[in-house]
């Protein structure tokens, strides 16, 4: 799955079945796993922001995402988020993917994760411009070892080029 078919879904109390809100972006950890979805609401550029940790996520599907009761939802402070998705000054989004000895392998336009694997981040979509999306398609970045996310760039193990194949979920394009 890819964090762009979470954006947009409905979060839904499974006590009451009253509707929570709408996904509007994820919360990043330095160790690449997922923490939080962030709800929309007018307080994210405030300082703060209503968020969801993903542990307390029941379940979640193409259509919405099912938390125990209200309680889940939290106000999560600007110093509690170290790196978004979409929004804010620390966002993966567009954010240039360098190789340690000086390729740049493109911009970051999506994040994929294994439902199975639970908050367990897999890899990055990356666009090296429209008519090259256009040409050869988006790549499809493995996560490895020595990834590592910085204030301008993912930074990424020599040789990654080598290692980028075609985006294997392709259902948004």
Not at 27 to 41: F, T
Not at 89 to 98: G, P, S, T
């Amino acid at each position: 799955m890819k964090f762009q078919e979470l954006i947009g879904l409905d979060v839904f109390d499974i006590e009451e079945g009253k509707e929570i809100g709408k996904i509007c972006d994820v919360l990043i950890s330095e160790c690449w796993e997922i923490q939080a979805l962030v709800l929309e609401s007018t307080g994210f550029f405030s300082g703060s922001a209503k968020s969801v940790s993903w542990k307390d996520i029941m379940a979640y599907g193409e259509d919405a995402v099912m938390i125990r009761n209200q309680q889940a939802v939290r106000k999560t402070t600007a110093d509690d988020i170290k790196f978004t998705y979409l929004l804010g000054k620390n966002k993966l989004k567009d954010l240039n993917v360098l190789t340690e000895d000086g390729v740049l392998l493109g911009k970051v336009t999506d994040v994929y994760f294994d439902q199975e694997m639970g908050n367990t981040i897999l890899g990055l979509e990356i666009s090296d411009g429209f008519v090259s999306d256009l040409m050869e398609g988006r790549k499809w970045l493995l996560l490895v070892e020595g990834m590592s996310i910085g204030k301008n760039a993912i930074m990424v193990p020599p040789m990654s080029e080598e290692r980028l194949e075609r985006t294997i979920h392709s259902d948004n394009g």
